[in-house]
């Protein structure tokens, strides 16, 4: 709790370990037969690599994706057994490095599923891979053409590393009345009956809520874990897993009509208080959320009070209006929320004009973080 925060500590970020164990306990039910793995790339959405991967295996997940060879190796060292797919795929030269921590790369072009082939013709090694194909977002991915091509060689054993997954990823599953998903989930069956006796993996966590036809062997969801919201629309099921507290640094009166912050975009519409707090854009509370004259900014929680942020964001600092907040109820030191009760990781990315996928992968390093099991 806040009480233990040593007195020179500023901002706390709370990471709730058993709300993150139940939101893929419950993602998993929900993919009903097939297996739920875990995404854990850019430092698990934040939250923190080591904590959050130890508490999904022990939640039960088996299969983790990474998107970089370093995050790889954290895992591997933490957790010696358990699957690892590499998403960004193979760097040139680098087959031996993967192989040689036992992670997966997903091959996303001919390029690399060629360099794989080599290393393991040379190597003698197994060599298990994903295959990434493309079916509608030209991010990452092999053509549906090269798919076709390809699959016979796997049926007749001519290619000599061992594919392990065969997936394709939604780029609009957020929205899932957009057409582009059908077209993508009608390809991804298609095209996966050119390769049989392959698991199957099309769904992050918006596909995995959206698309219950479309789960096949294995979904990937990132974000719900991390209790983010993966549609657009509706209740977001998940439990909230990060909570940021920041401290007060000062508190002040200040005339109706003055300004506050850097620009003066904001003018005072009553005598008021202002709680000014140690956390600003440096520490991934966008600048954007901040508040005018014109444009109404994220909110604060003060001893129990929904508070606006006053004026622009700092690199370390932001007002906030505490003006009805009683007196006798705040303190310099106390700790705001910014993040949590009731207040979520997209409720802030909105005031910034982002998602929640970007805040929570900017928090920063000057938080303070402690770990809930
Ligand atoms: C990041 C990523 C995911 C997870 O996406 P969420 O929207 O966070 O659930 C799944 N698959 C791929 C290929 C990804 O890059």
Same mark, same amino acid.
């Given at each position: 709790m806040s009480d233990s925060l040593p007195p020179e500590a500023t901002g706390l970020l709370t990471v709730d370990l058993a709300a993150l164990a139940t939101n893929w306990k419950s993602l998993q039910k929900r993919a009903g037969g097939a297996d739920c793995a875990a995404v854990v790339k850019a430092d698990a959405y934040g939250v923190g690599l080591e904590q959050a991967a130890q508490a999904l295996a022990k939640a039960g997940a088996e299969t983790f994706f990474v998107a970089t060879f370093d995050e790889a190796v954290r895992l591997r060292t933490l957790l010696p057994t358990v699957t690892i797919y590499l998403l960004n795929g193979l760097n040139p030269g680098s087959a031996e490095s993967v192989c040689g921590i036992d992670v997966r790369p997903v091959l996303g072009s001919m390029e690399e599923i060629d360099e794989w082939e080599a290393h393991a013709d040379a190597s003698g090694e197994e060599a298990p891979a994903a295959i990434h194909i493309d079916t509608g977002m030209n991010r990452h991915g092999i053509t549906l053409a090269e798919a076709e091509a390809l699959a016979p060689r796997l049926v007749t054993e001519e290619i000599t590393f061992t594919p392990t997954l065969v997936m394709s990823h939604l780029a609009c599953a957020d929205e899932p009345e957009h057409a582009q998903n059908r077209a993508q989930i009608d390809a991804f069956s298609a095209v996966i009956k050119k390769y049989p006796g392959i698991p199957a993996s099309l769904c992050n966590s918006a596909g995995l809520l959206a698309f219950p036809e479309a789960h096949f062997d294995l979904v990937r969801p990132g974000i719900a874990l991390y209790g %983010?919201? =993966?549609? /657009? =629309? %509706?209740? /977001?099921?998940m439990q909230p897993v990060v909570k940021l507290q920041a401290r007060i640094v000062t508190i002040r009166d200040a005339k109706a009509g003055t300004s506050v912050g850097y620009g003066a975009r904001l003018h005072l519409r009553r005598d008021s208080r202002l709680a000014v707090i140690s956390a600003g854009y440096a520490d991934g509370i966008f600048r954007a959320a901040g508040s005018s004259d014109n444009k109404k900014g994220a909110e604060a929680i003060v001893a129990g009070i929904r508070c606006p942020l006053a004026g622009r964001i700092s690199m370390d600092l932001i007002a906030i209006d505490v003006t009805d907040v009683p007196a006798d109820k705040i303190s310099r030191g106390d700790l705001v929320t910014l993040l949590g009760d009731g207040i979520s990781v997209d409720d802030l990315a909105s005031h910034a004009r982002t998602i929640g996928y970007e805040v929570l992968t900017s928090l920063g390093r000057r938080w303070k973080r402690i770990y809930h099991e």
């Open positions: %983010g919201r =993966a549609l /657009n =629309a %509706g209740e /977001n099921p």
